[in-house]
C-alpha cells in the first residue's frame, strides 16, 4: 500500500522525501519494484542469538554491533538493530543492585550495641564479630561470611571453620 503510494507520487517528490515521511526504507521500496522483499540473512541472524546469549542477553545494538565486527563480520549499527530483530532478540534491561540480605522495613527492635567502642579486652571469648557478603559471579551469586574472635585475635572467612566434603 505504502509502496504503491510512492511509486505514484515519485515523479512530483524525491523519493528520500516520500520513504522519510512513511517510515520506510529505500531498500525495501526497490526490493517492492522488483517483487519480492529482501530476506533477513539466516545465518548472521543465528550468529546474532550466538552473542546475545553468550553476553546472557545484555548486548544491545552497539555492543552486538561492536562483536560481530570482532568476528570478522562487516555490519553497521542499523543492520545490526535489523538482524536484531529478525533474530527475535530483546536486551534485558538493567536493574539498579540492591543487596538482597538486608530488610530494614520492619518494626522490629535495633540490635543493641553492646561493645559501646570498649575494643580492650583481657579475657577470652569476650567479644566476637562476624558479617556476610554477597558477591556477584558468572553463575549467580556467592554469599561470603567472615568473623572474628578478639581473643586471641583470629580471623576466618567462608567455610574454611567447616569440615569439608565432596559432593
Not at 6 to 13: A, C, G, K
Not at 73 to 78: H, I, T
Not at 119 to 133: K, L, R, V, Y
Request: hydrophobic share 35%.
Amino acid at each position: 500500500m505504502r509502496f504503491a503510494f510512492i511509486h505514484r507520487e515519485r515523479l512530483r517528490y524525491p523519493l528520500t522525501v516520500l520513504c522519510q515521511v512513511l517510515q520506510v526504507s529505500r531498500i525495501w521500496y526497490y526490493a517492492f519494484l522488483k517483487g519480492r522483499p529482501p530476506a533477513p540473512d539466516h545465518a548472521m541472524c543465528a550468529q546474532v542469538r550466538r552473542l546475545h546469549y553468550a553476553s546472557r542477553r545484555t548486548y544491545g545494538q552497539r555492543p552486538l554491533c561492536q562483536a560481530l565486527r570482532a568476528e570478522g563480520v562487516l555490519v553497521g549499527r542499523w543492520r545490526t538493530r535489523t538482524l536484531m530483530r529478525h533474530a527475535g532478540v530483546n536486551v534485558k534491561p538493567k536493574r539498579p543492585w540492591v543487596p538482597r540480605t538486608t530488610d530494614s522495613r520492619h518494626g522490629e527492635p535495633v540490635a543493641p550495641n553492646r561493645l559501646e567502642r570498649q575494643f580492650t579486652i583481657e579475657t577470652p571469648n569476650q567479644m566476637w564479630g562476624s558479617d556476610i557478603t554477597d558477591l556477584p559471579t558468572q553463575e549467580g551469586w556467592l554469599y561470603l561470611a567472615g568473623g572474628w574472635i578478639s581473643f586471641p585475635e583470629r580471623l576466618w572467612a567462608g567455610p574454611w571453620h567447616l569440615p569439608w566434603r565432596p559432593r
